[in-house]
């Protein structure tokens, strides 16, 4: 029999691995299961900044092609702003780190049937060898493994309205009570449930910051009438959150919740009636769990004449340029 103590310093160092990926962000490139691109995986280790992107806002969450020139216009902007940006997504079953512009162009094309990756299909999606696009939790999870702290999208997935009665509580409020990086948002959307969404948060133990306000934003709209205790006002502001909360070790995520620019917020009640009628329709054909949010995405955008999306588009792109600043000012701090 190997000696006991061999093989209880090989356990007690399997257990270090572990705490480590859950506890610490550290590159991880020799990881063979994951594949980092050669830019993201050299900027990782010289220390420059990165932001992680996810791609069910491409494959999902709008059309083509306005999916492909809002992900490359994404890129872009992130670049302008000082940082590599880090698409993540899965192909052919590897998990991917920073896409060229062929994947992307793929991934956009093929929209809604790529499978959509929460980070309870990543297992499943690897083991068939298909494609996945990852949702803010499984990008939350792959952004961890290899080291990036800071991850920018557009809206997360939160309570959904009825939650209370049938548990549809997306799996990014879980990620992000579970996983340290810094989320980059405009808010959750109306279509959801925003005051249970930020109770299950704080249950969760997610600092949530609104950026340059106290009202937590409501996507489409600057505001959701739900106040949030931590404001902050600059990319310096955000970056002392994240070190903080990094320093502390305390395992969790951060929320910075960005309001959508005034000139591109949609008007209130043409989104909450187009909400309200998706919702019904929701109901009546019976789309629930996680077909529910690019369901209601569709609709919205059809029953405003493409409004919605264009405010989306918006502000996705202003969510990068604060993100891509804030990762800068946390390079600067570390
Ligand atoms: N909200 C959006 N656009 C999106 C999503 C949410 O405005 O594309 C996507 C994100 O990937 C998010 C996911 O992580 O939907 C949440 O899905 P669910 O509600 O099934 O957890
Ligand atoms: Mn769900």
Request: include cysteine.
């Amino acid at each position: 029999m190997a000696s006991s103590s061999s093989s209880s310093s090989a356990s007690s160092s399997a257990l270090k691995r572990l705490s480590n990926l859950s506890n610490h962000l550290r590159p991880t490139n020799s990881n063979a299961l994951v594949k980092v691109s050669a830019e993201v995986s050299e900027a990782l280790s010289s220390g420059h900044p990165v932001v992680a992107l996810e791609s069910t806002i491409i494959a999902h969450g709008m059309p083509y092609p306005q999916n492909f020139e809002t992900a490359k216009e994404v890129e872009a902007i992130v670049r302008e702003n000082g940082a590599v940006p880090a698409t993540i997504a899965i192909l052919d079953g590897i998990p991917c780190v920073g896409l060229n512009l062929e994947q992307l162009e793929r991934l956009a094309q093929l929209g809604k049937s790529v499978q959509k990756t929460a980070r309870r299909d990543i297992a499943h999606v690897v083991a068939t060898k298909r494609n996945g696009a990852t949702t803010v939790s499984s990008t939350m999870f792959f952004a961890a493994m290899v080291g990036i702290p800071v991850f920018v999208t557009g809206g997360i997935g939160g309570v959904h309205r009825h939650g209370e009665h049938t548990m549809d509580i997306s799996s990014d409020l879980t990620e992000l009570g579970r996983t340290p990086v810094a989320v980059i948002s405009a808010g959750v959307k109306s279509i959801l449930d925003i005051p249970r969404t930020l109770e299950y948060l704080e249950t969760q133990g997610v600092c949530v910051g609104a950026y340059k306000t106290y009202e937590f934003p409501a996507f489409f709209t600057e505001r959701s009438g739900c106040k949030v205790p931590c404001r902050v006002d600059s990319p310096e502001d955000c970056a002392r959150l994240i070190d903080a909360n990094r320093k502390l070790h305390l395992g969790n995520g951060v929320l910075i919740a960005v309001p959508i620019p005034k000139e591109h917020s949609a008007s209130g009640s043409l989104i909450e009636s187009a909400i309200q009628r998706a919702l019904t329709e929701a109901r009546e054909k019976n789309v629930t769990g996680n077909a529910e949010t690019p369901f209601l995405l569709a609709r919205v955008s059809e029953l405003t004449g493409g409004a919605s999306l264009a405010s989306n588009i918006a502000l996705v792109k202003n969510n990068a340029a604060v993100g891509a600043k804030i990762s800068v000012a946390l390079a600067q701090l570390t």
